[in-house]
């Protein structure tokens, strides 16, 4: 049986990105991915700020495909709320090719890949982690120190380790014009508990994902940076407990857990709203002054920097909240 430092199930954008990080330090990893091809079958809208491409130093050659300035708003009456102005907000990027290239910074990092691997078992001695895996024909065994969960929404690590489930599981549509993935999911509501002895979640198995917009790659690359860095130190230290490595867990709390938590309540808000709200929220925020306050605050990654100045300049927004309370 191979042993590992560290074994990462799921070779997403998280598990490609906490797998090279700690390869860098020249630690023995295994990344362990179910499909033959990275990034493929497609489950995302591709839609990522520039702050991703700055803050991971990921080279965006051949991956960003368009520019995205704005964004027109229809309400349900046909009004229309034209935000963004000259920002560059996002890119839209081409999702392959973003999984491609991060697997491929993980192998050069000296990452040892396991493709068309899907983990089935997974089971914790007293002394490390031992790991089951089915390949097309036949079932081979892996043993290590740490097991990284990244292995998405429906995560078999977070489910073999008893680990608490999302708050809530959104269903998403990824369509292109001849193929439509139906069975993507979008977890809401990130756990209490991300780690337990010699295992960590990251990524949608733990639900790192902002709840306004459903996009999950900044907050989960944030997330993986301080995971490969807890797992360094365990690593250093040799200890792989609960409470060594809920050093992770507090860190990437500590970062998004507020804005994440924030984003829990103004979802809420949203989807107790009724079109005739929604009618009348949008007319009140369609001025040149609302406008230029969402144009110059409105950030795709943190929506709740822009609650604040938008509230001073219209204090009547804040009836939304009242009118959620009376709705529980
Ligand atoms: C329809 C849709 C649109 C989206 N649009 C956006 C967007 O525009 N912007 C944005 O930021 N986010 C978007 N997201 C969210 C984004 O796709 C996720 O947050 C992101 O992919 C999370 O990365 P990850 O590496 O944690 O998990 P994933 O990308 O889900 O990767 C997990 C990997 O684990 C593998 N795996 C699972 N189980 C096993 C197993 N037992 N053994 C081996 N491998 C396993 C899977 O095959 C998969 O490759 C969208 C999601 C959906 C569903």
């Known amino acids: 049986m191979e042993q590992y430092d560290v074994m990462v199930v799921g070779a997403g954008p998280v598990g490609c990105f906490v797998a090279s990080e700690i390869a860098k330090e020249q630690y023995k990893v295994a990344l362990i991915e179910e499909h033959t091809h ?11 700020t520039p702050r991703v491409f700055e803050t991971f130093k990921i080279p965006s050659q051949n991956i960003v495909q368009n520019e995205i300035y704005g964004a027109n708003i229809h309400s349900p009456s ?38 068309g691997t899907r983990v089935i078992s997974a089971k914790k ?20 120190n740490i097991v990284v969960g990244a292995d998405g929404p429906h995560s078999f690590i977070r489910k073999a380790f008893n680990l608490p489930e ?8 990824g369509a292109e014009i001849t193929d439509a993935n139906l069975d993507s999911r979008i977890p809401l509501g990130a756990p209490k508990k991300t780690v337990s002895d010699h295992v960590i979640l990251v990524g949608d198995a733990a639900a790192q994902v902002k709840p306004t917009s459903g996009g999950g790659i900044y907050t989960g690359l944030l997330s993986a940076r301080f995971c490969a860095r807890v797992a360094i130190e365990a690593l250093q230290q040799k200890s792989f407990t609960e409470k060594t490595l809920s050093q992770y867990h507090k860190k990437w709390t500590d970062e998004i857990g507020k804005e994440l938590q924030l984003g829990m309540r103004f979802r809420k808000i949203f989807t107790h709203l009724q079109d005739k709200d929604m009618d009348a ?16 605050y409105g950030e795709i990654d943190y929506p709740s920097h822009l609650v604040m100045p938008l509230v001073k300049k219209k204090p009547s927004l804040l009836k939304l909240i009242s009118h959620y309370r009376k709705q529980r």
């Open 78 to 115: 046909g009004d229309v709320l034209g935000v963004g102005g000259d920002k560059l907000h996002a890119f839209a990027i081409d999702r392959t090719q973003f999984d491609a290239k991060l697997a491929s910074l993980a192998m050069n990092a000296g990452v040892s890949l396991f493709s």
């Open 281 to 296: 929220y949008i007319k009140k925020l369609n001025n040149e002054e609302t406008i230029e306050i969402i144009n110059s």
């Open 125 to 144: 001695t007293d002394h490390t982690i031992v790991l089951d895996a089915k390949q097309s024909n036949n079932q081979i065994q892996l043993a290590g």
């Open 166 to 173: 999302p708050k809530e599981m959104l269903k998403g549509i």
């Open 38 to 48: 990275i990034g493929l079958p497609v489950q995302c809208a591709g839609l990522i």
